[in-house]
């Protein structure tokens, strides 16, 4: 409240009377002055002229009251993961912590202080709970959402200056634009000062995709701030693999000038698939930040053209069909060899078409081996070619991502000695051993589709060309039953293995990084050359094929799950993973989702999740709790669909911490565009407050005396003056 004077008159009667009584006052003392009249006439008409003034202007005292409105201010506080990178003391985020505190306690009963976080999404109510886990910060979409939900009178914004929007280096016309139509205040507070000391690599540039066994250039940027001695810096990549060291692709030295350095450099990969590189620096003494020495980053690998391998025993009509599927598939690149004779063999054959030179066998699974993409036994003996003692290689190429097709004859499976072989370690069936074990079951039959084979995108093409119909076929070699995680697509229809179930003629199954398919028939040619041929036009064979290599290659279009990351994977933070089914492949009934993941190297155990489904859903989001620093491979099964596999990677901060530096001149930029200041995050109180605003205001007038008082005092003094007057004779 407050108190002060004034009138009763309006303002210009009481200018009027002043006026008047200044004339008239005026001519009293040049009255007196050449009368000569004395100080009593001065006197007492000087007392009659203010009384006479007073008793028209009538003072008063007017009390007012103002209801007053504290100013508010907001404060945006950036929660992204560049602000749990070291600040002046402590991480940044605890800078900002300290600065929302300060600025609070310097505005108390001045303004009110609302905070709120801000990353990815709309800013959020602070609390001290808060972490900064967002993996951007962008500042022009939480000014968006003020503008439409929150009145402000100023506005602050705490950060590190790495801001994603709007970014560094706009330019400061720019800037005015867009926070001229904000029409407050903008400030802002710098909650580092200085880079620190630091060896990272800030960019790795590759493409997403990659072609088996074609180089692919490779481009490092290693960045070294805050005054730390890099000098030459060793660099390695290497390649993440399943329960074992790292393979590595290639070294290089980043030869650090200034601040960066750049580092070019070619890899390549050999199987197809998702893969994980990791790309590491060896950081000098004082480097402040280890973990952003290494960059973790999935990469798929496809090829151009396939290249098999396909050996056959003998020209037979299966071999025949799947021959010439190979050499009509102009995406396929074939190395084919039939076997016709042994080391002790005499090469007495006619045919111009059959190759008697002897089996390069040491060469092909010695030098070669690695330049497949997958290898096709068909029909064949390995142990009177000298192939037993590569079986080793075999399996471990498959391990390594190859992928291996055994197709059933008097000369595979049981019947060609793999029996206990490190081979029938990788296929997705067992292989009973002993000399009671049956090699073959010489009577006709027609497979059966499983309910897995029925849902595989693989046999789609299949389906579609014949439903559920498939030709009798002239016997089977025995197989045993199915390994962990491989799904039989046809089974036979009166068999079945020791565990009692139906015995598999079609199993696919992956294993460890490769996959193998079991086609325990030699009668597949009966798919194309047959009265059930003619009903599909012959492409019933070609059919089969495309989508048994298809899905080794792991091609998208025979994957029943897609497994996607639903944000960028982070350690330490909890992992979302997102299984969605190819259009038309969701269950018809109630299924269960089974999604297993594993650090590549083995270092962890599995995790393991079952989520059940209804009738219909074709996907599922499931999240893990948070995981440590490195490769993954999750394994997905849909239902009765088969196991599907993704590798992913979890780096420290993400891309946040690639570049630790903070950018307080776009801070100072982003105040001066905004009519704002820019301070540091200790002189928080420096930041001018908005002024209250008045809501509303109380007067009250209180007349000092009232008006009949100041009318006889100006007729009582008037009079006496008239008396002076006549007493001197001057009227």
């Known amino acids: 409240m407050s108190e002060h004077l004034s009138v009763a008159a309006p303002t210009w009667l009481g200018w009027a ?32 002229i203010v009384a006479l003034l007073l008793a028209i202007v009538r003072p008063e005292r007017v009390q007012t009251h103002e209801v007053r409105s504290l100013p508010t201010v907001t404060v945006l506080i950036d929660a992204s993961r560049s602000m749990a990178l070291p600040g002046n003391e402590g991480t940044r985020f605890s800078e900002a912590q300290r600065a929302v505190a300060a600025l609070a306690d310097a505005a108390k009963g001045k303004a009110e202080v609302r905070a709120f976080a801000f990353g990815r999404k709309e800013p959020e109510p602070w ?33 590190d200056g790495r801001l994603d929007t709007p970014v560094p280096g706009t330019s400061r016309d720019a800037l005015a634009t867009r926070f001229k139509a904000f029409g407050i205040p903008i400030h802002t507070v710098n909650v580092v000062d200085d880079a620190p000391k630091d060896a990272h690599i800030r960019s790795v540039s590759l493409a997403s995709t990659a072609v088996a066994h074609v180089p692919v250039p490779l481009r490092v940027e290693v960045g070294c701030t805050g005054g730390l001695s890099c000098g030459d810096l060793e660099l390695r990549v290497r390649e993440l693999r399943d329960h074992g060291s790292a393979r590595d692709l290639s070294r290089g030295v980043a030869k650090v000038s200034g601040e960066t350095a750049l580092v070019e450099m070619n890899v390549t990969l050999d199987t197809v698939g998702h893969h994980v590189l990791e790309v590491s620096i060896a950081a000098p003494a004082g480097d402040s930040i280890p973990e952003n020495n290494r960059r973790l980053f999935p990469v798929r ?93 075999i399996a471990a190429y498959v391990n390594n991502g190859g992928g291996l097709v055994m197709v059933g004859g008097p000369n595979s499976f049981v019947a060609g000695g793999y029996a206990g072989t490190a081979l029938a ?64 697509l046809w089974t036979h229809p009166s068999r079945r293995t020791r565990d ?23 009668g597949g040619w009966l798919l194309g050359f047959s009265t059930f041929g003619l009903r599909s036009g012959g492409r019933a064979t070609a059919a089969l094929w495309d989508g048994l290599l298809g899905w080794l290659m792991r091609d998208p279009r025979y994957e029943p799950v897609q497994i996607e990351l639903a944000e960028e994977c982070v350690a330490g933070e909890p992992v979302h993973l997102e299984l969605r089914a190819l259009p038309g492949l969701a269950p018809k009934e109630a299924s269960t989702i089974t999604i297993d993941v594993q650090q590549l190297d083995g270092s962890t155990k599995p995790l393991h999740r079952e989520i059940a489904t209804a009738s219909g859903e074709g996907g599922a989001r499931i999240t893990f709790d948070a995981m440590p620093a490195g490769g993954y491979s999750a394994r997905a099964r849909f239902g009765n669909t088969t196991t599907v596999r993704r590798d992913f990677a979890c780096e420290v901060g993400g891309q946040e911490w690639a570049d630790p ?56 003094l008037a009079g006496a003056h008239w008396i002076v007057r006549r007493r001197t004779g001057l009227l």
């Open 17 to 48: 009377a002043c006026g008047v009584g200044a004339l008239a006052a005026g001519l009293l003392v040049l009255e007196v002055w050449r009368t000569r009249s004395g100080k009593a006439v001065l006197a007492s008409g000087v007392a009659a």
């Open 127 to 159: 609390s001290t709970t808060l972490t900064a886990v967002h993996p951007t910060s962008q500042l022009d979409p939480a000014l968006t959402w003020l503008e439409t939900r929150e009145r402000s009178d100023a506005l602050v914004v705490i950060s």
């Open 301 to 393: 690998v496809t090829r151009e053209r396939v290249r098999v391998l396909h050996v056959a025993g003998r020209p037979t009509h299966d071999v025949k069909a799947v021959r010439e599927w190979l050499k009509s598939n102009a995406s396929i690149d074939t190395v084919a060899f039939f076997i016709l004779r042994t080391h002790s063999d005499n090469a007495n054959a006619r045919d111009h078409e059959l190759s008697l030179i002897p089996f390069p066998v040491d060469e092909l699974f010695t030098q070669h081996l690695a330049s497949f993409d997958a290898i096709i036994f068909q029909d064949f003996d390995a142990q009177p070619y000298g192939l037993d003692r590569h079986l080793p290689a």
């Open 425 to 488: 370690s990788v296929l997705p069936v067992g292989l009973e051993s002993g000399s009671q074990a049956a090699a073959a079951d010489v009577d006709s039959f027609v497979p059966t589709w499983s309910d897995e084979g029925r849902a595989a995108p693989l046999l789609g093409p299949l389906r579609s060309l014949s439903g559920d119909e498939l030709p009798s076929m002239p016997g089977t070699n025995v197989l045993g039953a199915l390994r962990p995680g491989a799904s039989a």
């Open 500 to 522: 009692g179930k139906p015995m598999p003629v079609l199993a696919i199954g992956e294993v460890g990084n490769g996959r193998s398919v079991a086609l325990g028939i030699d």
């Open 661 to 716: 530096r903070p950018a307080p001149e776009h801070m100072r930029a982003i105040a001066d565009a905004a009519r704002g200041v820019s301070v540091s995050a200790r002189d928080v109180k420096r930041i001018p407050l908005p002024e209250a605003k008045v809501l509303t205001t109380m007067r009250r007038d209180l007349p000092l005396l009232p008006a009949w008082v100041w009318a006889l005092a100006a007729a009582t």
